[in-house]
Structure formats: structure tokens, C-alpha cells
């Protein structure tokens, strides 16, 4: 299974900006749709961003759609995530998984990485 490795997190005021990278440890990263999850506390954990394995397709949570982007580098097996215009309610730790859509989008693997955390002070 691949393995995925978070890293960008860190603590920053309101209306700054963080990019957050997810390593994959196989190639056949490439062939996956990935997205971004995040976990708030006493929250589930829930859908932020998606990208086609192409990256011709990009989805965002309504909540975000406008301040964060998502891009992947598939030569270096590496998603993104720029997240600009932070506000607090953007506070938790964020995750990569290949993403899935049916009527909603969900975590494609069982498994999750360590997540990165993102605090957003006001």
C-alpha cells in the first residue's frame, strides 16, 4: 500500500498563507486521485480538495473554494496544497489519501499518514 507523508503545517496569523506537501512512496501515485482531508478537534475528519491523477480536474470544499488550491507532481510522487487568506476555522491537522467520489468524496486507503498541523490564530 502506498505510503503518504504529510509536511508544511506550522502556526500562522489570519489571512497568511501555508503550502502543505504529501509525499506517496510508489509511482503508482500517479494513477490515483488524491485530495486533502483535515480533522478539526471534536470534528470528523473531513473533505478539503481533490485532484485528477492528470491534474486536468480539481474539486474544493465549499469552505475553501476560492483561497486554497490543490497541484500534484507526479515525477516527484508529491500532491499540494496552497492554502491562502487562513482563517481560524481553518485549524486541524490536515491529511493526503487517494480520493473518491460517490455522492460524496471519501479516503480511498484504510490507512492515513501522521497529518500535519495547521493553526491559524486570530
Known amino acids: 500500500q502506498v505510503q503518504l507523508v504529510e509536511s508544511g503545517g506550522g502556526m500562522v496569523q489570519a489571512g497568511g498563507s501555508l503550502r502543505l506537501a504529501c509525499a506517496a512512496s510508489?509511482?503508482?501515485?500517479?494513477?490515483?486521485?488524491m485530495g486533502w482531508f483535515r480533522q478539526a478537534p471534536g470534528k470528523e475528519r473531513e473533505f478539503v480538495a481533490a485532484?485528477?491523477?492528470?491534474?486536468?480536474?480539481?474539486y474544493y470544499a465549499d469552505s475553501v473554494k476560492g483561497r486554497f488550491t490543490i497541484s500534484r507532481d507526479n515525477a516527484k510522487n508529491t500532491v499540494y496544497l496552497q492554502m491562502n487568506s487562513l482563517k481560524p476555522e481553518d485549524t486541524a491537522i490536515y491529511y493526503c489519501?487517494?480520493?473518491?467520489?460517490?455522492?460524496?468524496?471519501?479516503?480511498?486507503?484504510?490507512?492515513w499518514g501522521q497529518g500535519t498541523q495547521v493553526t491559524v490564530s486570530s
Open positions: 489519501n487517494a480520493a473518491v467520489r460517490t455522492t460524496d468524496w471519501r479516503p480511498l486507503f484504510a490507512s
Open positions: 510508489e509511482r503508482t501515485f500517479s494513477s490515483y486521485t
Open positions: 485532484i485528477t491523477w492528470s491534474g486536468g480536474s480539481t
